[in-house]
């Protein structure tokens, strides 16, 4: 059995036909079968965590260690991973209703551990799966049930939120393009510190407005410049239907992990052990 | 023998150096202490008190009518007067007060003079606390010379050891081998962080501050999912934000064990003060039904032992196991002869992530830990919580201590209470026809508490809750209702002697 095949299981995809969120799971599964393949990792070595929402079902399609946290709670759960056993690769899939609503806080001072870790932000502007009331990052005037008068706050901008809490990774990428994502998705993993992939999906129910951002979208070089990133992060303001999206690596930066920071963690990676072992 | 000293002054004065130097070197010399620490919720200011008893047998409590009290302030003489004894000795801090930061050695100095211990003994104390003791020697002198020996106490052959309970829980945590404690800041369970935090290095463990209650109660369980021993602790508006995390235990059954340190609510309350008020949010936090242990124990020595067996069950049962108590616990300094028995060895037995693919979920799962939404699997997730918690109790039941019967075996006067309130209860008994029953177990309730109402002519439930919650649950339990009901709920524990009076009412 090839490797991508041994990262499959027997769960039924509820996704609807045709989501994004179908090319995501194909691209995790293609990132992860090539650092096995590579021999970096092996399949054990992996941990996910998921929020709640239309995102989190790839916690049932990926056959690799994990907990399917409760909404809001993906990134604490993924930090209390990485404290319990600093040797684990965790990657954390949450959601933008989930992250930037309920787990902001979350969100925020998850920069300021920089455990090294990853998190993959499924971000479709739109609670999906609880039939589209709209997220932080909806669009301006957007209706939904839950807001027939249209929503009346302009969105928020993580990535420039994300800068302020001093990310030491921070990139977005476009959900239809797979090879992309592969590609950054890699390098968030391979970055040592917190790395923070935003995905821009659409969804093809809820907050149609929102979508076919793709032909505004256009890639950018890695860049380690805070200023750049500044200028990049203010392309895009989750809101206007015009202007470039930029993608790729937006900023990086080197910062001591959580786990290089703490003594007995550093002790733990060091000897690749763990706390059952202490 | 017994004798009760009020230490009072403003916050910063240093009246906890007081009762801790008199208190290390009266446990020293044999005697049993018991340290009572009254204080208001800031860091400069305001008013300040201890109240610490003696006495050359076991003691759990603090009474209300002082021997000896020492005033740092005015304030402390104004509000304090009234519980002076008839022939009873005020000590000011007046005549000192240009011994500067050595006052507060000066008066201890002159409170061991009073109760006739040596100097040597002071000196002693003084050099193994302060790196450069010469000026704290000449101000204890000073302290020591200025009164006379009032009470002459005797050294006696005990072998004490003084403890709180916030510090109990740091022991018993590290006596099973604790790897992590996360948690966010919140009195009365503060200190049993501080306690671990301190060392923890040469302890090899780790005390991880998250930015709230949710994140820690979370990171707990991703911690405890990859195989780490851990714990997290709070008070009751902290415990409110866990809930969610505590009902996500219940279907993820990743082990947890939470310590709750309450005191008054609801809100804010009183927050540096204390309540039995928590037992029902305790027993029902986290929606939906699932299994878990409430463990409230009474005194430091139960604390250990209790910490370690809430762990031991968390990881055994993969339940959730809640430590029950509260700030006259977690604060007071209690002294005892005896020792704990040593912990089950806590082994993580289960697969880790790391070495196979492991699935925990805050879903329903099928087989493969995947979410399922089948009515069978539902019925058969549900159903095996139920059997689990069967299981557990009848563990628990077999090997552990679930209740703790005091005083006179025989009497047909039966005591009902649990928690810190056990010491005065104790110590209210000694001399009346009465019989404790101090429950341990809050959840499993042992199947003995039914037998031992039945036997009695005579029930009185004492708590610190206007509700009289461990009688409501044990109504719930037993069809039992306790007629007599003796409840205080203004954030300060009983004290023996306030007790002894209300029971001899109705014993």
């Not at chain 2, 020591?144 to 945590?173: C, R």
């Amino acid at each position: 059995m090839n490797m991508k095949d041994k990262l499959k299981t027997e769960s039924e995809i509820t996704w609807c036909p045709g989501c994004p969120n179908h090319l995501i799971l194909e691209s995790v599964k293609q990132t992860i079968a090539n650092l096995v393949d590579a021999k970096k990792f092996k399949q054990e070595d992996f941990a996910i965590t998921t929020d709640i929402g239309c995102h989190a079902k790839i916690f049932d399609y990926l056959n690799l260690s994990g907990i399917y946290c409760l909404h809001g709670r993906a990134i604490p759960t993924a930090i209390g991973m990485k404290i319990g056993n600093p040797n684990l690769k965790v990657i954390t899939f949450a959601g933008d209703g989930a992250v930037y609503s309920e787990g902001i806080s979350h969100f925020i001072h998850a920069f300021k551990y920089n455990a090294d870790m990853t998190l993959i932000l499924h971000d479709n502007q739109s609670f999906s799966l609880t039939t589209g009331q709209p997220t932080p990052t909806s669009q301006q005037g957007y209706q939904s049930k839950a807001s027939p008068l249209g929503t009346f706050d302009k969105p928020m901008n993580p990535i420039k939120l994300a800068l302020a809490a001093n990310a030491t990774f921070i990139a977005r990428t476009n959900a239809r393009d797979i090879k992309h994502m592969v590609e950054i998705f890699t390098k968030a993993i391979a970055h040592k510190g917190f790395s923070f992939i935003e995905v821009i999906q659409d969804c093809l129910i809820f907050n149609l407005e929102a979508n076919g951002k793709d032909a505004r979208m256009y890639k950018v070089k890695d860049n380690t410049d805070k200023k750049i990133a500044e200028k990049l992060a203010s392309e895009f303001d989750y809101n206007s239907k015009e202007g470039r999206i930029p993608i790729g690596v937006i900023y990086q930066t080197n910062e001591p992990t959580l786990e290089e920071k703490w003594p007995q963690l550093k002790k733990l990676l060091d000897k690749k052990s763990t706390w059952k072992n202490k | 023998m017994r004798l009760n000293i009020l230490i009072g002054g403003v916050a910063g004065q240093g009246i906890n150096k007081v009762s801790e130097i008199v208190s290390n070197i009266l446990a020293d010399y044999g005697y049993f202490t018991f340290n009572y620490r009254d204080y208001q919720s800031l860091i400069r200011g305001g008013h300040n008190f201890n109240v610490l008893s003696i006495s050359d047998t076991q003691i759990e409590s603090h009474e209300t009518v002082m021997d000896i009290i020492v005033a740092l302030d005015e304030r402390t003489i104004k509000t304090h007067n009234q519980a002076l004894a008839k022939n009873g000795i005020l000590i000011t801090g007046e005549e000192f007060k240009n011994e500067g930061r050595n006052l507060n050695v000066a008066l201890a100095g002159t409170l061991l003079k009073i109760l006739g211990i040596p100097l040597e003994k002071l000196n002693e104390e003084i050099k193994s606390q302060f790196k450069e003791s010469e000026q704290a020697l000449i101000s204890a002198k000073k302290g020591y010379d200025s009164k006379e020996d009032e009470f002459s106490l005797k050294q006696l052959d005990n072998k004490i050891t003084i403890l709180s309970g916030s510090e109990a829980i740091a022991v018993g945590a590290r006596n099973s081998n604790l790897d992590l404690y996360i948690a966010y800041p919140m009195t009365p369970a503060t200190n049993a962080m501080h306690a671990l935090a301190k060392d923890q290095v040469e302890n090899n463990l780790m005390v991880f501050q998250a930015e709230n209650e949710i994140a820690a109660a979370n990171m707990a369980l991703g911690a405890s999912f990859t195989g780490a021993r851990v714990m997290t602790g709070t008070s009751g508006g902290g415990f409110d934000l866990m809930s969610e995390a505590l009902s996500f235990q219940g279907t993820s059954e990743i082990p947890l064990t939470v310590y709750l340190a309450s005191r008054p609510g609801p809100g804010t309350g009183v927050p540096t003060y204390t309540a039995q008020a928590d037992l029902d949010v305790a027993l029902r936090a986290g929606h939906g039904e699932f299994s878990r242990v409430v463990i409230a124990p009474g005194n430091p020595t139960e604390t250990i032992e209790k910490t370690s067996e809430a762990l031991y069950l968390a990881e055994k049962f993969k339940t959730l196991s809640i430590i029950l108590g509260d700030k006259h616990l977690a604060e007071s300094e209690f002294s005892t002869t005896e020792t704990v028995p040593k912990a089950l060895k806590l082994e993580i037995l289960r697969k880790l992530p790391g070495e196979a693919i492991v699935k925990a979920s805050s879903y329903e799962i099928d087989k493969f830990g995947n979410s399922t939404e089948s009515y069978t699997l539902t019925e058969k997730n549900v159903n095996s919580r139920i059997e689990k918690y069967e299981k557990t109790k009848a563990f628990i039941e077999k090997n552990y201590e679930m209740i703790k019967l005091h005083g006179k075996k025989d009497s047909k006067n039966l005591i009902v209470g649990w928690g810190s309130t056990s010491g005065a209860i104790k110590d209210a008994i000694k001399d009346l026809d009465a019989k404790f029953l101090q429950v341990i177990y809050m959840k499993p309730l042992s199947s003995k508490i039914k037998k031992e109402l039945e036997k009695a002519n005579n029930i009185i439930l004492v708590e610190e809750n206007v509700t009289g919650q461990l009688g409501r649950l044990i109504r719930e339990k037993t069809g039992i209702k306790i007629p007599n009901r003796i409840l205080k709920y203004n954030g300060r524990p009983f004290h023996s002697d306030e007790l002894n009076k209300y029971l001899k009412e109705i014993v």
